[in-house]
Structure formats: structure tokens, C-alpha cells
């Protein structure tokens, strides 16, 4: 397969560029809304399995390792569905991919609602992991095709908020459910919201005219030009794309973590019962969606005034997950109590507002028409942290003197780990530089 090949298939750009301003401006943000509501529903199916662990153990007949097993197999064809979902986004155009893939997050869903063996509910992850791979590089395009580049970084962080806003919502109905009715219902509620989510996308989505736009457009870096296309591998080896991919990489262990094994850190670590775990979890993601936004108007800010993109979104990035990192650290040796609470919020708020901007960051050196590849590759490189991380904390609760000290050792690892690769990308992001270098290179 010819992965930098990317064209545009879908008509709607075209139509795009002949709405007048106002009406271009609010078709973007009506765009916006639906792309939010797909990441929402997203992480909404991520979080259901922690929220519903204690119930699954018990009615599986599973211990701590097997369970994180459970929550690793989601991401094992995470990166496959990345990259093929890329490829396939030059080739099929946005408004149909993004409903395709909604279609099957129902239906690798709807299996739970009946009674399934340790072997189906592995099956169903895959395929869930696999269909939601593509969605947040995917849905990072089209935002980036209906709004000029110096104005990205605020619909950036809108979209990552919808990330955090779901398990916002999802983590005290879905509680509700399980405890009301059964974690088999739970299932079954996303899998009704998926297939009417896919049904609004259809309606309502489509791809913007700013697909073809480049640069900075303002800021330090605002006169670089890109070429139309350039060989991949060049682009690939460029520092800001390796530092980018390092960030997102333990930023997106920090984020699995979170989704996998908060609920029962909070219940079998440290004691909460259902009801308040369900309303605690929400917590982060309450910080982390108005973390997302405030970064994001920031980094616009940092870059109206002329400030490099270097600064802005790469070193305002690499920052704040290594915030997230010290606070991953020092949270667990804490009692159970509010200034634990603050700082398990204060690490997915620093955390999440890092990868938002950082995604504007990396678009400053892709081609507009290589981006949807582009950011496939690196989402599928990321994501084997959710592969990765899991699976050690789960080994690690498995293996420790107590719970809470094996959970203790888990926060440790991921801590440390998020401060190396914070630090990393700290010295190898720099936008300018390799954007310049790359447009003086010969096109594709």
C-alpha cells in the first residue's frame, strides 16, 4: 500500500469554499459539535469495562490479571485500525468512514448485553479497539480541513475535550445502569448511542474547505510554505514527529491507565463504594475538559503574539505532561482523601491539555494532504502505551504485598515513564526548524 498517497474524494470541500463566511464559519463549528459528540461516545466505550470490573471479575470467574488482559486486548489492533484507517481516509471520503466506523463500535458493543465468557468479552474489545483506532486522528483531519492554520488550536483542544467529557457523562449514568440493572445493560446503551451517533455523522458531517491550506499561518514560523507532498520517511524522522510520538506515547499510558484501572484503584485500593467511585471518576475528565480548552486558548494566544510554535505548542506541551508525570508520582503514597483527589485531577488535566495542543503542533510540519496518514501512523505508534500499560499495572496489583501497594507501583512505573518521555519531547519538538528543513526538501 502507498501510504503517503493521499487524495480527497469527498465533494464536500468544494462546496464548502462557496458558502459565505458566516455560513462557512458556522457549518465548522456545527462540524465541530458532531466530531466532539463522536469522541465523546468514543470515550464513553472506553471507560464502561473499568467502571464495570468489579461486577465482570466476579460474574467471569477472573482475577486482577486476567482483567487486564481484558483491558489490553482492546488496543492489540488499535495501531492496525490506525494506519488502515488513514489509508483508507484518502480513499473514502469522511463522512462515510466516520459513520462506517460507528457502525461497528454498535456493533462490537451489542454482544455484551447478553451473557458472554472471558474469550467473547476479548473478541468484542479487539474489535472495538480496532473500529475506534482511526476515529480521534480521523476526526483531527476534518477539524484541521474547515479551519485556516492559525486558528487550530482552540478547535484542537474543543475536539480532545470531547474525549473528556464523555467518561464526564458516562461515568455516573453508566454507574447507574450497572447498579440499577447490570453491567450487561450498560453495554447495550452504548451501543444504542453509537448507531445514532453514526446516523447524525451522516446527516451532518463532512470534510472543510481548508484541506489544501498549510504553514503557520501566524507566529514565528508563519512564512514557511510546505510542498503539496513529501516522501513520508522524511517526515517520520524529523525530531518534532519522533518528541510528538514520545509525548502522546506515555501521555496515551497515562489516559489507558485512567480509563482501565481507576474506578478499581478508587473501589479495591482505597475502599470508595460504587455510587462515590462512579462520581469521583468523573473528576479528572470534569478538570481535563476544561484543562483541554483553557491550553487551547493559550497556545492561540502564545501564537497571536508572535511566539514560535516551537514554544506555543511544543514546549507549552511537553510541560504540562511532565506536570502530569510528578503528579502520577506523588498522588499514591498520599492518604485517601482531597489532596489525593486534587492531584489525580491535576495529572489528567495536565495530561490532556499536553495532547490536545500537541496534535496542532504536529500538523505544522505534514502537508495537509499527508496528514490523515500521517497522524494514522503515529496514533497507531502511540496507542501501544494502551497496549503496554495495562497490562503492567495489572500485573504489578496481581503481584504486590497488597492492592494498594501493588497499584502504588503501578502509578510509580507510569509516573517515571511519563517524565522520561516528557523531558524527551521537550528537547526534540522544534516546528520551525523542521519545517523549514522539510520545505527546502525536494517534493514527493
Not at 470515550?43 to 467471569?60: E, H, P, S, W
Amino acid at each position: 500500500m502507498a501510504l503517503d498517497q493521499h487524495t480527497n474524494p469527498d465533494p464536500a470541500p468544494s462546496r464548502g469554499e462557496n458558502l459565505p463566511r458566516s455560513a462557512g464559519r458556522r457549518r465548522a463549528w456545527t462540524v465541530l459539535a458532531l466530531l466532539f459528540g463522536l469522541l465523546l461516545v468514543n470515550f464513553a466505550d472506553k471507560v464502561v469495562v473499568g467502571l464495570a470490573g468489579v461486577d465482570m471479575k466476579r460474574d467471569l470467574g477472573i482475577d486482577d490479571e486476567a482483567f487486564g488482559v481484558i483491558q489490553s486486548s482492546f488496543y492489540w489492533l488499535f495501531a492496525v485500525g490506525c494506519v488502515l484507517g488513514g489509508w483508507l481516509g484518502g480513499r473514502i471520503g469522511a463522512r462515510w468512514l466516520l459513520a462506517g466506523i460507528a457502525v461497528v463500535w454498535a456493533l462490537s458493543l451489542a454482544p455484551m448485553v447478553g451473557q458472554v465468557g472471558f474469550t467473547t468479552v476479548v473478541a468484542c474489545r479487539v474489535l472495538l479497539g480496532f473500529a475506534e483506532g482511526p476515529t480521534t486522528a480521523l476526526a483531527m483531519q476534518v477539524t484541521h480541513s474547515w479551519f485556516p492554520a492559525h486558528r487550530r488550536a482552540l478547535p484542537s483542544s474543543l475536539l480532545v475535550a470531547g474525549a473528556t467529557v464523555g467518561p464526564v457523562i458516562a461515568a455516573p449514568a453508566l454507574t447507574w445502569v450497572i447498579t440499577q440493572y447490570s453491567w450487561h445493560a450498560a453495554f447495550g446503551v452504548l451501543a444504542a448511542v453509537g448507531a445514532l451517533m453514526a446516523v447524525l455523522w451522516l446527516i451532518g458531517g463532512r470534510e472543510g474547505p481548508e484541506g489544501a491550506s498549510a504553514g503557520h499561518g501566524e507566529g514565528a514560523g508563519a512564512s514557511i510554505v510546505l510542498p503539496e507532498r513529501l516522501p513520508l520517511g522524511r517526515i517520520l524522522r524529523t525530531g518534532t514527529l519522533i518528541g510528538m510520538t514520545l509525548l502522546f506515547f506515555v501521555a496515551y499510558a497515562n489516559t489507558s491507565v485512567k480509563i482501565s484501572w481507576l474506578p478499581l484503584y478508587l473501589r479495591e485500593g482505597l475502599g470508595y463504594d460504587a455510587e462515590t467511585t462512579g462520581r469521583l471518576v468523573a473528576l479528572p475528565y470534569v478538570g481535563a475538559a476544561v484543562a483541554v480548552i483553557v491550553v487551547g486558548v493559550i497556545s492561540r494566544s502564545m501564537t497571536k503574539r508572535g511566539l514560535s510554535s516551537r514554544t506555543s505548542r511544543g514546549l507549552l506541551a511537553g510541560s504540562l505532561v511532565l506536570g502530569a508525570g510528578v503528579a502520577t508520582l506523588i498522588f499514591p503514597v498520599l492518604d485517601r482523601g482531597a489532596p489525593q483527589m486534587i492531584l489525580i485531577v491535576l495529572s489528567s488535566c495536565l495530561n490532556s491539555a499536553g495532547y490536545g495542543i500537541a496534535f496542532t503542533g504536529l500538523a505544522d510540519i505534514v502537508p495537509a494532504a499527508q496528514r490523515g496518514t500521517v497522524f494514522g501512523i503515529v496514533t497507531g505508534v502511540y496507542s501501544l502505551g494502551g497496549i503496554i500499560a495495562p497490562m503492567v499495572v495489572g500485573s504489578l496489583v496481581s503481584g504486590g504485598s497488597s492492592v494498594a501497594a501493588g497499584y502504588g507501583d503501578g502509578f510509580l512505573v507510569l509516573g517515571l515513564t511519563m517524565i522520561a518521555g516528557a523531558v524527551a519531547a521537550l528537547f526534540l519538538v522544534h516546528p520551525e526548524r523542521d519545517a523549514a528543513k522539510l520545505a527546502a526538501a525536494r517534493p514527493a
